[in-house]
């Protein structure tokens, strides 16, 4: 079983940073297509970005991309999220996804508000 347990949300203003951190258990991370999502409240849970070796290869949504960087340390089994410049539209819940990439099955985390003032 696969746990996820993330760090690093807050409460920051508009145009500040954060950086989010999602450690995932003793498995073999390379194994695992690691995502950030997140969710506000009366909204659907997006995908923010993905990362997934070789490569690694990263996708982002439109919305952070060039804002937001994604990485993960092998060596830490640690995924993170760099957010720069962020926005009040940014405010959500964070949540750190993993996926098997051979059976496709998904594990998620607890969660982390990340709040964005004026």
């Known amino acids: 079983q696969v746990q996820l347990v993330e760090s690093g949300g807050g409460l920051v203003q508009a145009g500040g940073s954060l950086t989010l951190s999602c450690r995932v258990s003793?498995?073999?991370?390379?194994?695992?297509?690691m995502s950030w999502y997140r969710q506000d409240s009366g909204k659907e849970r997006e995908l923010v970005a993905s990362i997934m070796l070789p490569g690694p290869a990263t996708t982002y949504a439109d919305s952070v991309r060039g804002r937001f960087t994604i990485s993960r340390d092998g060596y830490k089994k640690t995924l993170y999220l760099q957010m720069d410049s962020l926005q009040t539209e940014d405010t959500a819940v964070y949540y750190c996804?993993?996926?098997?990439?051979?059976?496709?099955?998904?594990?998620w985390g607890q969660g982390t508000q990340v709040t964005v003032s004026l």
């Open positions: 003793d498995v073999p991370f390379s194994r695992y297509k």
């Open positions: 996804q993993a996926t098997d990439r051979f059976t496709q099955r998904q594990f």
